[in-house]
Structures are given as structure tokens and as C-alpha cells.
């Protein structure tokens, strides 16, 4: 568990008002009537992976807990929660209308957030604990402490 400091109670502020600002902006786009003066030139189920991939990947930094899957079990009710909501909602808006295939978008964007999440965690987690160590004068070696003693030969004994 990381220790709390001043920086990580700011990141994680940071991230919340990100995320309700991400959430927001993808609440009002997807509940406008379609408007043809901007056009990206990409596919409606790219739109929504892409979406619903930053929904996701912000509430697995925002959301706690020690064990992954109660995590992102949390994430994934949220996120497909609020997918089935958006999906179902936008019939009642002119010019949409709800698509399955959307929904799977979406639950498509939101897996490989995870996925994408856990590897950065693994991968940045893993530099920061060596780095951790090597402030603190320890080996690379999980387990065990370099120790130095005074007398000791620095070359290996045959």
C-alpha cells in the first residue's frame, strides 16, 4: 500500500475532479441531438470504446481497495451500469437511438482499460519499488537486505 502524502491526496483529488469533468462531457455529448458541423472522420462504436476506455481507466485510478478483482468488479458494475443507462436514455433524445452494439463498445472500451491499467500498474509499480529499495540501500532481490559490513571483500569467493 502506498503511503499517503500531501502529492498522492492531490493526484487522487486531481483524478476525481477529471473524472466527474470526463463524465460531464460524455454525459452531454452523447445526449445532444446529433449535430453535423463536426465530423471525425471515425466509426460510432470507436467513439464509444474510446469513451468509455477513459471512463474506466480514471475510476480503476480514483477507486480503492487492496484486492483487483473487487476493484474492478466495482468499476465494471459502474461503468456498465452507466452504459445501459446512456444506451437506453438516448432513445428519448431526437436523432438517437440505442444500439447493442454500442453497449458492447462500451464494455469492449471498458475491458481494455482494465487490462491497461493493471499492465501500467504492474509495470510503473514494479520501477517504483526498485527505485523504493534503492534509496533505502536494499538489493533488487525481493526478500532479502543488502548488507555491508566493514571488513567485507567486495569480490566473490571461489
Do not use: N
Request: proline share 4%; glycine share 8%.
Amino acid at each position: 500500500m502506498q503511503p499517503v502524502t500531501k502529492i498522492r491526496i492531490f493526484r487522487i483529488r486531481l483524478a476525481i475532479v477529471l473524472l466527474a469533468l470526463y463524465w460531464l462531457a460524455m454525459f452531454t455529448g452523447t445526449h445532444l441531438p446529433r449535430v453535423d458541423f463536426v465530423q471525425l472522420h471515425v466509426g460510432d462504436k470507436v467513439k464509444h470504446f474510446v469513451g468509455f476506455f477513459g471512463l474506466a481507466f480514471l475510476l480503476c485510478y480514483v477507486t480503492g481497495g487492496r484486492r483487483v478483482i473487487t476493484r474492478f468488479s466495482r468499476v465494471a458494475a459502474i461503468v456498465l451500469a452507466y452504459a445501459a443507462f446512456d444506451e437506453w436514455s438516448q432513445g428519448f433524445v431526437p436523432g438517437r437511438t440505442p444500439d447493442r452494439y454500442d453497449f458492447l463498445a462500451d464494455a469492449a472500451g471498458m475491458l481494455a482499460a482494465m487490462a491497461m491499467y493493471l499492465v501500467a500498474k504492474f509495470l510503473f509499480g514494479h520501477q517504483i519499488r526498485g527505485l523504493i529499495r534503492k534509496i533505502r540501500g536494499q538489493s533488487s532481490d525481493w526478500s532479502t537486505p543488502v548488507t555491508k559490513s566493514a571488513g567485507a571483500s567486495t569480490s566473490p569467493s571461489v
